[in-house]
Nanobody, 118 residues
Framework: QVPLAESGGGLVQPGGSLRLSCVAS????????MYWYRQAPGKERELVASISTSGDVTNYLDSVKGRFTISRDNVKNTVYLQMNSLKPEDTAVYYC???????????WGQGTQVTVSS
């Protein structure tokens, strides 16, 4: 059973939007801090956004502030990343990660490709 399953990636033109989803299973989602990371070809994986267990605290990479929004639904065990005004430099594989605050365990998804190109 895959603990985290991302979806929603694809090819979009510059200026377009995508909404990524990440569904959790097999662990307690509501007590896990959730993250979105991305990794572009030839580059290290970088943290894009994070959200607290209740959803009231969010943080963003400077280059995506004002364009990306992270949110979560603790009933649906899902975290989202709404990406607007996409740029070619946003092209990467996007991964979600969970950190459970009680067990200390981390879980990763398998990633979803986002390509921004005309």
């Amino acid at each position: 059973q895959v603990p985290l399953a991302e979806s929603g990636g694809g090819l979009v033109q510059p200026g377009g939007s995508l909404r990524l989803s990440c569904v959790a299973s097999g662990f307690t989602f509501s007590t896990s801090i959730m993250y979105w990371y991305r990794q572009a070809p030839g580059k290290e994986r970088e943290l894009v956004a994070s959200i607290s267990t209740s959803g009231d605290v969010t943080n963003y990479l400077d280059s995506v502030k004002g364009r990306f929004t992270i949110s979560r639904d603790n009933v649906k065990n899902t975290v989202y990343l709404q990406m607007n005004s996409l740029k070619p430099e946003d092209t990467a594989v996007y991964y979600c990660k969970a950190h459970n605050i009680y067990s200390g365990r981390d879980y990763w998804g398998q990633g979803t490709q986002v390509t921004v190109s005309s």
